[in-house]
């Protein structure tokens, strides 16, 4: 076992930190000392979830996701008939 070992957060407890970061009701300090974490880790998090934030509203910007979702509405669409919805 190594001197030094990488701790592991849920993702629960990291939305959590940078929500109350981005809040701008605690600093960055004091949301570091609530979650006992480095401010590097709590920024390291902040900047991907904002980059995730914005791909959630993106639409149709990847091909791959777009099919992907086509294919989905499609399955959905033959699902229906056979439980008895849109009949």
Not at 1 to 11: C, G, L, T
Not at 65 to 72: H, I, M, P, V
Not at 78 to 86: F, R
Request: glycine content about 6%.
């Amino acid at each position: 076992m190594s001197k030094w070992e990488r701790k592991s957060y849920p993702p629960k407890l990291k939305v959590q930190a940078v929500l109350e970061l981005l809040s701008n009701k605690l600093t960055v300090n004091q949301v570091c000392s609530k979650y006992g974490i480095h401010q590097s880790v709590l920024h390291n998090w902040k900047v991907a979830f904002l980059e995730w934030a914005e791909k959630i509203f993106e639409r149709g910007s990847d091909p791959k996701l777009a099919q992907d979702r086509k294919q989905k509405y499609k399955e959905f669409g033959l699902i229906l008939p056979e439980i008895g919805i849109g009949r």
